[in-house]
C-alpha cells in the first residue's frame, strides 16, 4: 500500500498527525487503573511490581527514540512509521496473551520501541512539509488535540477493565494501531523522497552524543530534565495504587486525573505568555521552588499523621506537581538544545532519548518503594527535584 501521491488535506493531516502523538498518551495513560488487577494475577506475591509496566514501556520508547529518525531518515518516513506501528500491535498481542509478569514486561519493552516510530516520525513528517510560523501552527493544533489524550484514556482504560478485564486493554492498542495503520497507509503520501534520504549511519549519532554529554551546561540542563520525567514516571506508576489503598477512591480516580491533565495542558500557554517577560531560568527557578515546597509540606503532613494529611492535600500535591511540569519541560529542552544549533537535530534526539531511558531507569527503582501510601512516592519526588534544582544552579556558572 504506497497511498496518494497527493498531499493531505490540511485539517486531515493535523486529525492524523494528532492520533500518532497521542500514541504514547493512550499507552501509557489508559493502563493506570488496571496495574492493580495486573499485579494481583500475574504477580500476586509482588503486585507492587505490576508499576514496572509504566517505566519498561518507557525506557522501550527511549531506546526507540535513537534510531527511528536516523531509519527514518535512510528508509522514508512512511515505512519506518507503518513498521513501528505493526511492532506495537505484535507488542500488545503478546502483552495481552501474557501468562507472567516478566513476559508481560518483556511486550511492553518491545511495545515501547514501536511506539517511538509514530512518536518521533510525525514531527519529521511536518518538518517534511512546512517550515517556520506554519510548521509551529502545524504542531500546535496537533498539540491542541493530542492534551485530550491524557484526560480520557484512564476513563477509556478503567471502563475496558471492568466490562472485559485488563487484557482487553491491549486488545485496544491493536484497535488503535490498525486504525494509525491504515489511516497512514492509505491517505498519507511519503514526505521524503528517495534522493533526499541518507544512508544509515551510526556515526553521526554517536558524534552527536558526544557532542551533548561533553558540553557542561548542556549536561547540567539534561540532568535537570533527566530529573523532572523521573518524578513524572514515578508519579504515573505510584498513583492509582495510592488513590485505591491509601484512600479507597480507585472508582473516582480517571475523574481526578482528567481533571489534573486538563488543566496541565493550560499551563503551556500560560509559559509562552510567561517566558518572554520572565525568562526560561526564572520560571524554572519558580515552579521547581513550588514543587519542592509542597512537596515537603505533603511528606512532613503524612509521615508525621498530621491532621492536614488527607485526600485533599494529596490532591493539591498531586496537580501542583503536573501543573508545574508545563513550566519546566519545554524550557529545560530548550536551555539544554540552546548551545546546540550546529547539531540541532541529532541533539533533539540524543536529549529526548537519554533524558527518557534514564529517568525511565531511576522511576523503575523508585516505584519499588512503593507501599500505597503518598510518604514513598513524596520522598522520591522531592528527591528528583532537589537534584533538578541543584543541577540548574550548577548551570548558572556556564550561562552566557
Known amino acids: ?14 486529525a492524523l498527525l494528532a492520533l500518532l502523538m497521542a500514541t504514547v ?17 500475574l504477580a500476586p506475591a509482588t503486585p507492587e511490581n505490576a ?5 519498561v514501556f518507557m525506557f522501550g520508547l527511549g531506546l526507540g527514540t535513537f534510531v527511528m529518525g536516523p531509519l527514518s531518515d535512510a528508509l522514508g518516513r512512511k515505512s519506518v512509521i507503518l513498521g513501528g506501528i505493526t511492532l506495537y ?13 516478566t513476559m508481560l514486561l518483556v511486550a511492553r519493552f518491545v511495545h515501547g520501541v514501536g511506539c517511538a516510530a509514530p512518536r518521533v516520525v510525525a514531527q519529521a513528517l511536518v518538518r517534511d512539509l512546512y517550515s517556520g510560523r506554519q510548521m509551529a501552527r502545524v504542531i500546535s493544533f496537533g498539540m491542541t488535540i493530542f492534551t485530550l489524550f491524557p484526560a480520557v484514556a ?19 492498542f491493536i484497535a488503535f494501531g490498525i486504525v494509525s495503520f491504515l489511516w497512514m497507509a492509505l491517505r ?20 552527536a552524543l558526544v557532542t551533548v554529554l561533553s558540553h557542561a551546561r548542556v549536561r547540567l540542563y539534561l540532568m535537570a530534565l533527566t530529573f523532572v520525567f523521573a518524578t513524572m514516571l514515578t508519579w504515573l506508576s505510584a498513583v492509582a495504587a495510592i488513590f485505591d489503598q491509601s484512600f479507597g ?3 473516582q480516580f480517571p475523574a481526578w486525573f482528567a481533571l489534573v491533565a486538563l488543566l496541565s495542558g493550560t499551563t503551556s500557554l500560560i509559559n509562552a505568555k510567561l517566558v518572554v517577560r520572565l525568562g526560561m531560568r526564572r520560571l524554572i527557578g519558580i515552579a521547581l521552588s513550588v514543587q519542592i515546597a509542597m512537596v515537603a509540606v505533603t511528606l512532613l503532613g503524612f509521615a508525621l499523621d498530621l491532621p492536614l494529611a488527607g485526600f485533599g492535600l494529596f490532591i493539591t500535591f498531586m496537580a501542583l506537581q503536573f501543573l508545574s511540569l508545563g513550566f519546566l519541560i519545554g524550557n529545560m529542552n530548550a536551555l539544554a538544545l540552546e548551545p546546540m544549533g550546529h547539531v540541532a537535530g541529532m541533539a533533539a534526539s540524543v536529549i529526548g532519548g537519554v533524558s527518557t531511558v534514564v529517568a525511565a531507569v531511576l522511576a523503575a527503582g523508585l516505584t519499588l518503594l512503593a507501599n500505597g501510601t ?17 543541577a540548574m544552579l550548577a548551570a548558572r556558572r556556564y550561562a552566557d
Do not use: H, K
Open 25 to 41: 498518551a493512550y499507552s501509557v495513560d489508559a493502563m493506570l487503573p488496571l496495574l492493580d488487577p495486573i499485579g494481583r494475577e
Open 249 to 251: 477512591r480507585l472508582d
Open 154 to 172: 484512564p476513563y477509556m482504560g478503567a471502563e475496558l477493565g471492568a466490562l472485559f478485564g485488563w487484557r482487553a486493554i491491549f486488545w485496544s
Open 374 to 390: 503518598p510518604v514513598p512516592l513524596a520522598a522520591s519526588v522531592l528527591g528528583c527535584l532537589l537534584a533538578s534544582g541543584a
Open 1 to 14: 500500500m504506497t497511498g496518494p501521491t497527493r498531499p493531505l488535506p490540511f485539517g486531515e493531516f493535523i
Open 89 to 101: 500491535m505484535v507488542a500488545a498481542g503478546v502483552a495481552a496473551v501474557s501468562n507472567d509478569l
Open 51 to 55: 508499576q514496572l509496566v509504566i517505566t
Open 188 to 207: 498519507q503520501p511519503e514526505t521524503l523522497a528517495p534522493e533526499n534520504r541518507r544512508p544509515l549511519a551510526l556515526g553521526p549519532l554517536w558524534r
